[in-house]
């Protein structure tokens, strides 16, 4: 079956502009979690997706950074007022509950000018 | 807190050698578990193995073996005769029961190049 699909697979954006990135999740997978990898590092984990609700946002850096997933499949990572340091590779992933593993998607490699 | 700790950098090694990517974790949980996943030059995480703190059993697939030893916080993983498909960045991570999510918490990672 298909994995988990991220768009765009590249997004350029100058400083202080307003993105979204996508991601759509393993049919059936109510698990979803959003990491961002900078160069030379491991992923560090954003959000997690229970459904349509968030049960942990503690990985969010601060306020520009907001996601959703209002049917609980799609989720959404909206990034405002962008800044040249948060360009990174920006990874999703689902699992079909909680406790289950993993799966990754491509990602979404951001870059800011 | 949780850590993993991947103390190699970079490893090369030729074609055919066996290789082990080292792996060291802090948890204070008493039930979680580790993982290895691979990301090779195009970028995509791939799932290699998952497992439960309670299971010790070292583990076989292939080429490749796990070797789990809670009494020093250990997660290794060998390739035996490698080959260049084998070069990626490995990571070992854990998972966190901290907020009731299961985030997985990474390594920084190892970069593999097995040259022919």
């Known amino acids: 079956g298909a994995g988990v699909s991220q768009t765009p697979s590249n997004k350029v954006t100058e400083k202080g502009k307003y993105v979204e990135l996508r991601c759509d999740p393993i049919?059936?997978?109510?698990?979803l979690y959003w990491y961002r990898q900078s160069l030379g590092q491991g992923p560090e984990f954003l959000i997690y997706f229970q459904g349509t609700g968030a049960a942990d946002d503690s990985g969010l850096p601060n306020d520009r950074f907001f996601a959703v997933r209002p049917e609980g499949s799609v989720s959404t990572l909206k990034i405002q007022r962008t800044e040249r340091g948060d360009s990174a590779v920006y990874l999703c992933?689902?699992?079909?509950?909680?406790?289950?593993?993993?799966?990754f998607g491509p990602g979404t490699r951001l870059l800011v000018l | 807190a949780q850590k993993v700790t991947q103390a190699q950098t970079e490893i090369s090694v030729v074609e055919k050698e066996d290789v082990t990517l080292d792996c060291v974790y802090e948890?204070?949980?008493?039930?979680?578990?580790l993982f290895w996943y691979k990301q090779p030059p195009s970028g995509e995480l791939v799932f290699l193995i998952r497992?439960?703190?309670?299971?010790?059993q070292n583990e076989i697939s292939g080429r490749y073996s796990w070797n789990f030893q809670k009494s020093t916080s250990s997660f290794n993983f060998t390739i035996t005769a490698s080959q260049v498909v084998d070069s990626a960045v490995y990571f070992c991570?854990?998972?966190?029961?901290?907020?009731?999510?299961?985030?997985?918490?990474f390594g920084k990672g190892t970069k593999l190049t097995v040259n022919p």
């Open positions: 497992r439960n703190s309670f299971d010790e």
């Open positions: 991570a854990l998972s966190s029961t901290q907020g009731g999510s299961e985030k997985l918490v």
């Open positions: 948890t204070r949980d008493t039930t979680y578990y």
């Open positions: 992933a689902s699992s079909l509950t909680i406790l289950e593993t993993q799966y």
């Open positions: 049919s059936g997978h109510t698990a």
